[in-house]
């Protein structure tokens, strides 16, 4: 069994999709678009590039989103995907990757739990945590 994230987007699913798959190192190993999908007549001509599902593998982890409907989009809060690493270069790398045109929450430093802990809002508001614990 496995628990995957599901984020959902106001017609930006596809750039945020592109944008982890660069900053995370993954892939996307799936890409439906609604006018690609059997309800393609049934769907507005101006919503048929939206993704209807995607999928984005990344260092044995995964994440899934799509682009919500008009008028049915909840920007996200009180949730955060939390990538946790073995190495400090790798908090690093995810970190910054992350935060590119989007906003600090909490730099990247050591705290008393991690070797490396920080949090960002990316530039399609998805919060991430990066962190990197130390040692027990």
Not at 23 to 39: D, Q, R, W, Y
Not at 115 to 135: P, T
């Amino acid at each position: 069994m496995k628990l995957i994230p599901y984020l959902n987007f106001d017609g930006q699913c596809e750039a945020a999709f592109k944008f982890y798959e660069q900053a995370l190192g993954g892939k996307i190993v799936f890409m439906l678009t609604h006018g690609n999908s059997p309800m393609a007549e049934q769907t507005a001509p101006e919503w048929r590039d939206k993704i209807m599902h995607i999928h984005l593998e990344f260092n044995g982890m995964a994440v899934m989103g799509s682009d919500c409907p008009p008028g049915y989009y909840q920007k996200p809060q009180g949730v955060s995907l939390s990538i946790n690493v073995d190495k400090i270069a790798d908090a690093e790398r995810f970190y910054h990757a992350l935060v590119k045109n989007g906003n600090i929450t909490m730099p990247l430093d050591k705290t008393f739990w991690a070797e490396r802990f920080g949090m960002v809002q990316d530039q399609f508001g998805i919060s991430w945590m990066i962190n990197c614990e130390k040692e027990v």
